[in-house]
């Protein structure tokens, strides 16, 4: 009988500690999840907050330019890198006037060396560090993180900056890096992007500021993704206008069916000094002829 007794408490104990745990289960898992298809998974908790205006889409975009130059004849495998050193090569990075911080950079030294990794500072500045001995400058490399979080929407300035001239780094003379120069682009407006041989195609671009004069370049490609094409002008006998467009027709230009076609456009002041660019695509088209 004692036994039985025993056998029954046991049995009685362990159900109900299984009784308490489905209800703790149920309580921590199975309610929640009942409420939240109930009331919806998206219910505002206590830390969020309804708005009632709809936010603007974010166009922090993405640099545009140019993450790498090189001189001809500099070997792109960029397979060494120089030391560093007790010299400096100091240098300076500017977006439409106003410094960049925290952009990472290199540069291509004596036709075959890159120099260690260096970030501009508050004020814009850079400073790579290098052994002493004579340098030249034959391009630059930026790290495309920072450039696309530091210089969204832009390109890096049409004169390029840097130069093969010679300088000596010593003990109290540092060198001259590039003196790296950023920019809007000029903004295409691109009403059609298809048109018969017989269409009237006229090319169209925003206004930039400063600008008194534009030139255009037209590229021609049998594949819409490649990244070949041919120049339709001679560099040095580009359309040039004072407006913000040219009409084909006016041009000696024979445009053929089933290619595509890419427009660039730079600009000068009145002193005739660059100022800015369209965007290089090198893939894709601006439009095409049926």
Known sequence: MLKKLLDGLVFGTGFGIAFVAIWVIAFYF?????????????????????????????????????????SRGFPREKNEVLTTGPGQIIGSALA????????????????????????TNAIGKYQVNVPYGKYAV??????????????????IHPQRAHTKNAFEVSDGNSGNGINFKFVDPISKKVMKNKYSVVDNVVLEWEPYPNAT?????????????????????????RPTVTDTHINLKEF?????????????????DKDRKMLSETHRKHTGYDFEIL
């Not at 106003?98 to 890159?114: I, T």
């Open 30 to 70: 199975v309610v929640p999840n009942i409420l939240g298809n109930q009331f919806g998974s998206g219910a505002i908790g206590s830390s969020e907050k309804e708005v009632n205006t709809v936010p603007e889409i974010s166009v922090a975009g993405r640099y545009l330019g140019s993450h790498a130059s090189y």
């Open 96 to 119: 439409n006037g106003k410094p960049v911080k925290g952009l990472r950079l290199r540069l291509a030294l004596n036709g075959s060396v890159m120099s260690q990794w260096a970030i």
């Open 138 to 155: 034959d391009g630059f490399e930026l790290d495309h993180n920072t450039a696309d979080r530091y210089l969204p929407n832009k390109i």
């Open 213 to 237: 004069e534009y030139s255009v370049q037209l590229y021609e490609k049998t594949d819409s993704q490649t990244w070949k094409s041919t120049s339709l002008f001679d560099w040095n006998d």
């Open 252 to 268: 000696d230009v024979q445009l053929e069916s089933g290619h595509f076609y890419v427009y660039e456009v730079s600009a000068v």
